[in-house]
């Protein structure tokens, strides 16, 4: 099964296309690398996908479950259901700075009554475990550095059992040398199976762990192949300058 289907979103920020008509389908297991300049739509697409932008015009699908269709959104319950299978990590981080770990990972789960406290709370152990960060469960925030928080932030996205999880640039604000911490823990995820989008300026992630990679540019997707044809051989001239700006 398809686990992303896109077909012919459009999203405009008043005269402005942002995107237009990007068709995408991401099967079970996929890492699927998107790179692209910066301004392209990029973020505006993945936030798309998870209603934090509202679109006007096509079709998204979540592990078979409709979001909208032909630029109509379904009901609040209908959205609510797409939506618990699809995790997503950002830049920022964005952990609530007076919260423990603890309670940051436990947060949306008991608003989304996921189960009892206690159940809650032993997710939060073995998820946080996953990302190796156990130790820290009762830490604040403020005392783990920037990739200890990224790391955190993956956890937090893990605790609703996502069947995909998408990542916009999950590297670019942390200094280089936390970097590495927080790629291995995305190709452990890959490694176990977890269909992932990535929008990533790191090239090197992108050949090693990615199934398939898109070159977008001003809304649209320009190019995709699996990853040794793509870096190798692109095929058109803006990828190709692209790769020389990045590479
Ligand atoms: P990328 O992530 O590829 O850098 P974005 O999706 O952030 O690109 O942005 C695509 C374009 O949409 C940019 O020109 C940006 O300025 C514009 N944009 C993004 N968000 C908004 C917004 N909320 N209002 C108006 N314009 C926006
Ligand atoms: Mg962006």
């Known amino acids: 099964m398809a686990l992303l289907e896109i077909k012919g979103l459009k999203k405009n920020f008043g005269d402005l296309k942002v995107l237009k008509d990007v ?23 993945l936030r798309s996908l998870i209603d934090l932008e509202t679109v006007d015009g096509g079709s998204i699908a979540i592990a078979g479950e409709s979001l909208c269709k032909d630029g109509v959104y379904v009901s609040k319950k209908e959205k609510a259901k797409a939506l618990s299978k699809a995790g997503m990590v950002f830049q920022h981080f964005n952990l609530f700075p007076h919260m423990s770990i603890r309670k940051n990972l436990m947060c949306a ?13 032993k997710l939060a152990e073995s998820t946080l475990a996953k990302v190796g960060l156990l130790d820290k469960i009762d830490a604040m925030p403020s005392t783990l550095s920037g990739g200890q928080k990224q790391r955190v932030a993956i956890a937090r996205a893990l605790m609703r059992n996502p069947e ?33 989008v990535v929008v990533t300026h790191e090239m090197g992630f992108a050949r090693e762990v990615g199934t398939r990679v898109i070159f977008m540019e001003k ?29």
Request: charged letters at 30%; aromatic letters at 6%.
């Open 23 to 45: 068709n995408m389908k991401i099967e079970e297991g996929e890492v699927l690398v998107l790179i692209g300049p910066s301004g392209s739509g990029k973020s505006t697409f």
């Open 109 to 121: 789960p008991l608003l989304n009554k996921q189960g009892t406290k206690e159940e809650i709370s």
């Open 164 to 196: 995909i999880i998408l990542f916009d640039e999950p590297t670019s604000a942390l200094d280089p040398e936390m970097v590495g911490e927080v790629l291995e823990v995305m190709k452990d995820l890959a490694k176990g199976h977890m269909t992932m």
């Open 219 to 247: 809304g649209s997707i320009i190019e995709e192949n699996e990853p040794n044809e793509f870096f190798e051989n692109p095929k058109s001239s803006r990828l190709k300058e692209f790769l020389n700006k990045v590479l």
